[in-house]
């Protein structure tokens, strides 16, 4: 049974930094499409970051810069390293494996970014 079990989320001054954390089990980060997603109260959930098994990278344009998406397979973990963050950052943030139509998430880190 795969399962992501995200950490490091909290409660963060605006203009801080956050290092998520993704650990999976059940199966190897590897091997899929890795993505940190968000979903702010009211608002869809929407991509953050994703790393591919081949290690290109991809980032939401509000994520741009500020944000480095990283996968240690040794460990079995992807991560989220954020900083200037800002209240519109505040949302619960959740990890995503995805292989050939397959998904799993997590359940998901409260980040609050406050002002």
């Known amino acids: 049974q795969v399962q992501l079990v995200e950490s490091g989320g909290g409660?963060?001054?605006a203009g801080g930094s956050?290092?998520?954390s993704c650990a999976a089990s059940?199966?190897?980060?590897?091997?899929?499409?890795?993505?940190w997603y968000r979903q702010a109260p009211g608002k869809q959930r929407e991509l953050v970051a994703a790393i591919t098994s081949s290690g290109?990278?991809?980032?939401?344009d509000s994520a741009k810069g500020r944000s480095t998406i990283s996968r240690d397979n040794a460990k079995n973990?992807?991560?989220l390293q954020m900083s200037s963050l800002k209240p519109e950052d505040t949302a619960v943030y959740y990890c995503h494996a995805a292989m050939w139509g397959i998904n799993y998430w997590g359940k998901g880190t409260?980040?609050?970014?406050?002002?």
């Open 11 to 13: 409660l963060v001054q």
């Open 56 to 60: 290109s990278t991809n980032y939401a």
């Open 77 to 79: 973990t992807v991560s």
């Open 26 to 35: 059940g199966t190897s980060v590897s091997l899929y499409v890795m993505g």
């Open 18 to 20: 956050l290092r998520l």
């Open 110 to 115: 409260l980040v609050t970014v406050s002002s």
